[in-house]
């Protein structure tokens, strides 16, 4: 799978080009001090939708057959990877529906909204989400785009790390946040491949640590 998946991100990076931003990567002297390290940051805050969740919509839904396009997209999400779809759903003249909790930020609501997507609310608890999800899914034929636990949105957000390595070639640590595992998985499989040596870290907010406790 390791091969396999790495084939799909070198091949979402080809698909991304022109599509997705290559966004810079900052340095901070102030923050080499305080670590005691060359510190690197992929600003993927200059991504469309301003989060990497861009990458792994776009691949993802590009690779659709016509059926599934002309029947539509469907996700949950409460911000960015709702934005993300829908915008790439915009992109290619697709309909996208999102169901977000009503709980999501009004900002990250309107900006979905904003992009041509259908926003249907459902309570905030993960099993409420998926389930409206899944009822609009049967009656309507979507295809569902889910925010990280899929090949293709993996390979999308593995792309942020691949450009990484072609820019800097070789990393003692990459420190990549840990949601859902999409980014972390494609960033883990682009160091296996491209810098074995690189040790691969998710993080989390300690508040919020269900990986860590998984």
Do not use: W
């Amino acid at each position: 799978m390791g091969t396999e998946l790495f084939e799909r991100i070198q091949a979402a990076r080809q698909r991304l080009r022109g599509r997705a931003r290559q966004t810079p990567i900052a340095t901070s002297r102030i923050l080499d001090q305080l670590a005691g390290a060359a510190v690197f940051c992929k600003c993927e805050n200059f991504q469309r939708v301003g989060a990497f969740k861009f990458r792994g919509a776009f691949n993802a839904i590009s690779l659709l057959s016509d059926a599934q396009k002309k029947a539509g997209v469907i996700t949950f999400s409460s911000g960015n990877h709702a934005q993300a779809v829908a915008l790439t759903c915009q992109m290619l003249g697709l309909q996208a529906t999102v169901v977000m909790p009503c709980d999501a930020p009004a900002a990250k609501r309107a900006a979905t909204a904003g992009y041509g997507a259908r926003v249907v609310l459902c309570e905030p608890k993960n099993p409420s989400r998926e389930r409206v999800t899944a009822e609009l899914q049967a009656k309507h034929g979507y295809t569902l785009i889910p925010p990280f636990y899929h090949l293709d949105v993996i390979a999308g957000q593995g792309t942020a790390a691949m450009e990484m390595f072609e820019e800097l070639r070789s990393l003692d640590f990459l420190i990549t946040p840990c949601g859902g595992g999409g980014l972390l998985s494609g960033s883990a499989v682009c160091a296996k491949n491209l810098d074995p040596k690189c040790r691969v870290i998710g993080i989390e907010s300690e508040l919020a640590d269900d990986a860590v406790r998984s």
